[in-house]
């Protein structure tokens, strides 16, 4: 999958100073530094509908960051997803009656208009999930093999009893995460899950959705 074009960032003289950032796991300020190529991951949208301003808000946050990192003469490797296959979107295009990958095409090439009309940086990698599957597939076998993640009626979720740092970058309590898990996609009420916040890392085909290969998963 293709981002959008480059718009020219213009060398400035001198170098910039280290980014400094609020760290939410000791409630301080930290300076980043990460060596001569600094590395960022933002999860991207999910093409169901129009870019809005929360968008326009986040990704100029992490476009900031860029340029922080490339003032201070640094290579910034950015990669940013696009959640090309999800309830949401399956949901969207049953409602309006369209094919759920020709909304997701539409959806994304409206998001790469807005991003360059707003002169934010692409990222170097911009992956969709349809796309990273056959990557995905081989991680949760790994995971699942190792004992941090287990089946459920064909689905396969993660452990967070696994991680023993579970937590410990938001500092919320369980009844706060499991609200927040609620309100955004996740399932804490499903019976038959060894911890209400273990969250789902494969989906065993449902009739009527789209799937693919998932190897010693099944089908997903």
Excluded at 169 to 180: I, P
Aim: aromatic share 8%; with cysteine.
């Amino acid at each position: 999958m293709h981002a959008w074009p480059a718009s020219e960032v213009p060398a400035l003289p001198g170098q910039g100073r280290d980014l400094r950032i609020h760290d939410t796991a000791t409630g301080g300020l930290v300076t980043l530094d990460p060596g001569p190529v600094a590395r960022i991951y933002v999860c991207g949208i999910t093409p169901y509908d129009a870019t809005h301003m929360g968008h326009a808000a986040t990704y100029n946050a992490f476009d900031l960051v860029q340029r922080v990192w490339l003032d201070t003469k640094r290579q910034v490797h950015y990669v940013q997803n696009v959640t090309d296959v999800d309830d949401p979107l399956l949901e969207r295009a049953v409602r309006d009656g369209v094919d759920w990958t020709a909304l997701a095409e539409q959806e994304t090439a409206l998001f790469r208009e807005d991003m360059t009309a707003l002169r934010m940086l692409p990222p170097r990698h911009y992956i969709g999930a349809v796309e990273a599957i056959p990557g995905i597939v081989p991680l949760v076998e790994r995971l699942r093999d190792a004992g941090a993640a287990y089946e459920l009626e064909g689905d396969i979720y993660f452990s967070v009893e696994a991680d023993p740092h579970f937590g410990g970058v938001s500092h919320l309590d369980a009844s706060a995460m499991r609200l927040l898990s609620a309100e955004r996609g996740g399932d804490p009420d499903r019976p038959g899950k060894k911890n209400p916040l273990d969250p789902m890392l494969w989906m065993a085909a449902r009739e009527g959705e789209p799937s693919w290969d998932g190897g010693t998963l099944g089908r997903g």
